[in-house]
């Protein structure tokens, strides 16, 4: 398979043909071109504010690690009267921007760890 271009790509198919004497075959390739479909991230604009976004005050780091948890906090375990029921798995990965929102708080724990040289251990 080759490809011709970004939006693009050629697929080759071959196929046996006779020849007119009929005692020989030829191979011919016939060439498709498929369309590729674009993906469109309605989110991307928020995953790079998010990416880019800078912490240069320690009010607004302090604030960014209280409010993102370490923990997912979705994940339990139903019990009545001392009997497992069910377990709810930790769903936070089902959100589209948790890589986003995990980098952030990482940052700010960076910020104030490195710039700031404060104790980040009760953030932990």
């Not at 469109?40 to 995953?47: S, T, V, Y």
């Not at 005050?57 to 375990?77: E, N, V, Y």
Request: net charge positive; hydrophobic share 40%.
């Amino acid at each position: 398979m080759s490809v011709k271009s970004n939006t693009a790509k050629s697929i080759i198919v071959s196929s046996w043909i006779n020849n007119l004497d009929h005692n020989k075959h030829n191979k011919k390739f016939i060439q498709f071109t498929v369309p590729q479909v674009k993906k469109i991230d309605i989110l991307l604009p928020l995953r790079n504010w998010l990416n880019n976004l800078e912490i240069h005050d320690p009010s607004f780091a302090h604030k960014l690690c209280k409010l993102i948890p370490t923990q997912c906090p979705f994940a339990r375990t139903v019990k009545i009267f001392n009997i497992k029921l069910f377990t709810i798995p930790p769903l936070c990965k089902l959100n589209p921007l948790y890589d986003e929102v995990i980098g952030l708080r990482f940052r700010a724990l960076c910020y104030l760890a490195d710039q700031c040289g404060e104790d980040i251990s009760s953030y932990c």
